[in-house]
């Protein structure tokens, strides 16, 4: 697949900047083009104000800021993106005026060139129809504010061709969104239910079921949110929703259509006043009533396979920032009491009916299943992706049973000779769900914990030892358990965004899927000591300078990479190798006398003495029980089996996971800072 260096935003309004701003954030040129070079330079003054607050909260430097204006282009010359992999329309919602820019972009721009809108009234369609480049014509739906939410819909319209999707996903992933693949249908995936829960707060308020501020504040409670509806639609502008149920409403029916007091606050002009104190006793048919819209609209679009449960889900968790998805919150208040506030809503609006997913759920009886993990066969190439990007693709027993699932299946493809396995969204796999270890030691199932581990491991030795070749994709963070699994894939290949890292010993645990055994072998039991102790962050560069990863290059050039990888053979990763110069001091860390003074709080000998004081202050910060743990199982491997090397590290695992460090490490990550007892 091309490379894509070169993308266009037709449009430098509030939309178009902060896509612009996003895109050259991410390291790719960005062509911005209006009508009048006053709307140029004010999209450019949003830019920098926007920046600036960045700035301001150190999540970048003056001089990272200089780089990201310097990918910008700002005209108003079309023919700038002539030549651009990707030109995304951005304009205001007029079907006419979207429907010219198009025409302008279609004549202009090289063959190549795939052209998308950032509609969200318009069915993707119609615009495609309207160039001679259907196959090459797409939806990117962005959500608010573009350069800081994660959720991008993409959108294929009926002729779109599978390429022109895929070089769509890259482009997502290149430039940090998080992508979800929707039907071109009216609201798309996350408006379909996000407008009706905004026009449904305005509907009780006209109804007295409550006032503004109850009715805010329940919504807050329900869906665990910062904003509620009325202030929502503050920020957003009233104007918008209107336009937006109008649109729905217009497609699917009343049920949709704004409501009379939402249109009234309109033409007001105004605010909705959200002064005044909240009523309690209020809350619960405010919340019933929150849900039977929300899930069961949810439930319609899925049934109309507009997207999956999980990516309407992800929809609603990253695109607009709720603590749980639809068919989340439908498991945790049970699909009974779903059904019912679903049905209540059916019968207040006659032209809302029951979704068939809803009915055969409550009849089964069961909670919604969610599939974590997909799997897709190209040619000899199968690739299992861990789709859970709202959770940094975290593992669990679902995510695991999965794997292990979609693992069998890609082994018994006789085309297949390479078995791919990569994460979501901007992570490989970020560790296990810390929530799961928390919960089964406070329930005092440590044997739960160990049999989930040996699962893990058989799952491992299998993926270590398959007649396939099997490649880990690292691009992007990759940390405990994730790591592990990395390492126990056949080959690594990275991008420059992928790393390494062993967290564990800072939050009262060892690394206990064989990670640490694993990078022993390939670069010795010292440096392994010295990045499971501190918890140091392994870059791709510097581990493909020590060999653990066979490849790194460029997202674009992955496909291509895998394919090569595939047609070779199988490398040997426990190879003998040197360890280069620059990783020698690290290594002199990890020796006995030093891993002995460090343990007792001492600085460490034979290094420099700045980077003594460092390790030793980052270990100080580490668990002594996991640290003396990591530092007997890495000694007491050497020469063993792997399959040995595994149970001596299982051995360790109930007396671990027993001791009052991991509960305080556990219990403790983001909160606070721990604090261990060695008990």
């Known amino acids: 697949m091309a490379q894509i260096s070169k993308i266009g935003v037709i449009g430098a309004g509030n939309m178009g900047s902060g896509i612009v701003q996003k895109i050259a954030q991410e390291g790719i040129r960005v062509v911005m083009i209006d009508m009048k070079e006053e709307f140029v330079k004010r999209g450019l003054d949003t830019i920098r104000k926007t920046l600036q607050e960045g700035l301001e909260r150190k999540l970048f430097t ?3 800021a200089e780089e990201i204006l310097g990918r910008i282009e700002a005209t108003t010359d079309y023919s700038a993106v002539a030549d651009a992999d990707l030109v995304i329309e951005a304009v205001f919602e007029d079907k006419q005026v979207k429907a010219d820019v198009f025409k302008k972009l279609d004549d202009l721009c090289s063959d190549n060139t795939i052209l998308a809108t950032n509609t969200s009234s318009f069915y993707v369609r119609e615009f495609a129809d309207q160039t001679s480049r259907p196959d090459r014509f797409i939806g990117l739906h962005y959500f608010y504010h573009p350069a800081k939410n994660r959720l991008l819909e993409v959108i294929p319209a009926t002729q779109t061709s599978e390429q022109t999707i895929e070089k769509s996903m890259l482009a997502a992933k290149l430039h940090g969104k998080t992508a979800i693949l929707v039907k071109d249908a009216p609201g798309f995936a996350v408006n379909r239910f996000f407008v009706p829960f905004l026009n449904e707060a305005a509907r ?13 504040e329940a919504a807050k409670r329900a869906f665990h949110i910062g904003m509620g509806p009325f202030m929502l639609m503050n920020v957003t502008g009233i104007p918008i929703a209107v336009h937006a149920a109008t649109t729905l409403g217009n497609e699917l029916g009343a049920f949709y259509a704004p409501c009379e007091i939402l249109k009234a606050q ?6 909705w006043n959200l002064e005044g104190q909240p009523d309690e ?5 405010i919340i019933d009533r929150f849900y039977g819209v929300c899930l069961g609209v949810a439930a319609a679009l899925v049934d109309e396979g507009v997207a999956s449960i999980e990516d309407t889900d992800r929809g609603a968790k990253i695109g607009l920032r709720w603590a749980m998805g639809p068919f989340e919150i439908a498991n945790r208040i049970g699909i009974d009491r779903t059904h019912a506030v679903v049905q209540a809503v059916c019968e207040i609006y006659p032209d809302f009916q029951m979704p068939q997913l809803l009915a055969k759920q409550k009849q089964s009886g069961h909670p919604f299943a969610f599939r974590f993990v997909d799997l897709k066969v190209k040619g000899q190439i199968a690739t299992i992706t861990v789709n859970r990007p709202e959770a940094m693709n975290a593992l669990n027993e679902a995510v695991v049973a999965q794997l292990e699932e979609h693992f069998n299946e890609a082994e018994k493809r006789p ?3 390479a078995i791919v396995l990569e994460g979501a969204g901007k992570a490989f796999v970020a560790g296990a769900a810390i929530r799961y270890f928390v919960t089964k030691i406070k329930q005092n199932r440590i044997a739960d914990i160990a049999a989930f581990t040996r699962r893990g491991h058989e799952l491992l030795l299998r993926i270590e030892n398959s007649e396939k070749l099997t490649i880990a994709l690292i691009d992007g963070l990759s940390l405990g358990g994730g790591s592990e699994l990395a390492l126990a894939c056949q080959a690594i290949l990275a991008t420059p965004a992928g790393s390494l890292g062993f967290p564990e010993t800072g939050i009262g645990i060892y690394p206990g899927l064989g990670g640490m055994l694993r990078l022993a072998r390939q670069i010795g039991p010292q440096l392994a000591k010295y990045y499971v102790f501190t918890g140091a962050p392994l870059s791709a560069a510097d581990a493909h300078a020590l060999g653990i990863v066979q490849h790194l290059v460029q997202p674009a050039e992955v496909e291509a990479t895998i394919r090569q990888m595939a047609a070779g053979g199988k490398p040997d990763k426990y190879r003998s190798r040197p360890i280069p110069e620059t990783f020698q001091q690290l290594a002199r860390l990890g020796s006995a006398d030093n891993v002995a003074a460090l343990l007792a709080g001492r600085l460490p000998e034979g290094v ?23 530092d007997e199982i890495i000694d007491g491997q050497i020469g063993k089996s792997m399959t040995e090397a595994v149970e001596i590290e299982l051995g360790r695992l109930e007396e671990i ?6 509960l305080e490490g556990l219990s403790s990550l983001g909160r606070r800072k721990p604090e261990y007892t060695g008990k």
């Open 204 to 216: 009780m308020l006209e109804e007295k079921l409550a006032d503004i501020p109850t009715i805010e």
């Open 266 to 271: 309109k033409e007001k002009g105004e605010n």
């Open 281 to 285: 006793s209020r809350f619960e048919p």
């Open 415 to 417: 085309e297949v000779r």
């Open 657 to 662: 996971f027993s001791s009052a460090d991991a």
């Open 608 to 630: 420099d003495g700045a980077l003594a004081e460092k390790a030793a202050k980052m270990v100080g910060y580490k668990a002594p029980l996991a640290l003396k743990a990591a």
């Open 62 to 64: 003056a001089d990272q």
